[in-house]
């Protein structure tokens, strides 16, 4: 299926690794341009090298999404170099799960900061271009966003509020020609659990079968970066012309809920 991407322009927060990465690789096989951003410069100008190296037309820009004039900045240099945009992935994020009673508010402040408000505030400065050719959010979540688990706050708190914010925003963009859904993502392989592997000494298929046993996901296995790609993808895209105000869980059957 041709997903009509080829000249539009895409924003992906959090894109120098993992999901982000992987959904920027595709964008790019589409013919979209795509801008992504990170806090670590070397990890992004080495994804953007690999973007290039595929045909890409990609702006690497070093942000961190809690900075609002960061933020801005990115968006402006979007503005500048192609004049428009024509979506924003909302991706940007770190794992947070601990008992109730160790969350600090700083850390509290913290997870809202970075998932909640670092999406508000992208796509916020992204609106005014968003609005002038009708476009596309995708805020990526996680599925305990509406089933959440002890031990699974804070972070299921700022994304159960990343799914109110998607189903708001939704009714007040459509006027403006503006899709707003959400992905809950279960278990995908990215560089978060390359890195707890690492951490842990395990070869990092050993920790996705762990996790896999340890959660009893339906389908047996971690999902790929590059299924994330295809339907976050296919969400951003003119194909997708008639889902707005919708979260899907990407998860192996692992969600309690639909
Ligand atoms: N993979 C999963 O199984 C899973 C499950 C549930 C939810 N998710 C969510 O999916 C999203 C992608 O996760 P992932 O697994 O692909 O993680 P990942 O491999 O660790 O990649 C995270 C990306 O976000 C960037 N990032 C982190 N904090 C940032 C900040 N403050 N500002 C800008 N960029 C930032 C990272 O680069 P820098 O560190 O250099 O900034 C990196 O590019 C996250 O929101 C995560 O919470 C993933």
């Known amino acids: ?24 690789e595709r964008l790019v096989t589409e013919g979209a341009s795509v801008a992504i951003c990170a806090r670590g410069a070397e990890r992004l100008e080495a994804t953007a ?10 702006l690497a820009v070093p942000a961190d999404v809690t900075e609002p004039a960061a933020v801005e900045d990115l968006v402006a240099r979007v503005e500048q170099r192609w004049g428009r945009c024509d979506a924003v992935v909302n991706n940007a994020g770190t794992a947070a799960a601990s008992r109730f009673e160790k969350i600090t508010d700083e850390q509290w402040h913290d997870d809202l900061d970075l998932k909640l408000l670092g999406a508000t505030r992208t796509t916020r400065a992204a609106l005014p271009l968003l609005r002038r050719h009708g476009g596309a959010v995708l805020n990526v979540l996680a599925i305990a966003g509406k089933a959440p688990t002890g031990g699974s706050m804070p972070s299921s708190v700022s994304r159960a509020a990343g799914l109110a914010m998607t189903k708001a925003l939704a009714g007040e963009l459509a006027g403006d020609a503006v899709r707003v859904n959400a992905l809950l993502v279960g278990l995908i392989e990215s560089g978060q659990w390359r890195r707890r592997a690492e951490s842990r000494g395990v070869p990092v298929q050993q920790l996705h079968d762990e996790l896999v046993e340890l959660a009893g996901v339906p389908l047996g296995r971690f999902g790929r970066s590059e299924e994330f790609a295809d339907l976050a993808a ?25």
């Open 49 to 58: 090298a690999h973007l290039t190296l595929l045909g890409g037309d990609v």
């Open 1 to 24: 299926m041709d997903l009509e991407l080829d000249g539009s322009v895409v924003i992906v927060t959090g894109g120098s690794d993992g999901l982000g990465a992987a959904l920027a």
């Open 234 to 258: 296919f969400l951003v895209s003119p194909r997708a012309a008639y889902v707005t105000g919708t979260a899907i869980n990407l998860d192996g059957g692992l969600s309690p809920v639909t």
